[in-house]
Nanobody, 122 residues
Framework: QVQLVESGGGLAQPGGSLRLSCAAS????????MSWARQRPGKALEWLAG????????HYADSVKGRFTISRDNAKNMLYLQMNDLKPEDTAWYFC???????????????WGPGTQVTVSS
């Protein structure tokens, strides 16, 4: 069955960086778009970034554009989120998501992982 497992969360200082990883299994990873979303305390789930099944099809939410970079390694079935210049408002649970189709735009996920927690604080 589809499994998505995030890792790489933790505590970071403002201005710092973290790299989140997502290990995917149970489906043909290279056939599907993937995305990252987060849920901040007391807030609704927020889509952050999406990556087409391959190539250069990438989209970002305005809130993270220029600071976060989504990437994927189809040979390793891995999805990544490089997060730079972290701010306290980036504190959230971060989720890796499988999209229903190859493009993922607009985002329409059908599976997601348990999440990894990111805390940005000095």
């Amino acid at each position: 069955q589809v499994q998505l497992v995030e890792s790489g969360g933790g505590l970071a200082q403002p201005g710092g960086s973290l790299r989140l990883s997502c290990a995917a299994s149970g489906f043909t990873f290279s056939n599907f778009a993937m995305s990252w979303a987060r849920q901040r305390p007391g807030k609704a789930l927020e889509w952050l970034a999406g990556h087409y099944k391959n190539g250069d099809g990438i989209h970002y939410a305005d809130s993270v554009k220029g600071r976060f970079t989504i990437s994927r390694d189809n040979a390793k079935n891995m999805l990544y989120l490089q997060m730079n210049d972290l701010k306290p408002e980036d504190t959230a649970w971060y989720f890796c998501r499988k999209e229903r189709g190859p493009w993922g735009w607009p985002s329409d996920p059908d599976y997601w992982g348990p999440g990894t927690q990111v805390t940005v604080s000095s």
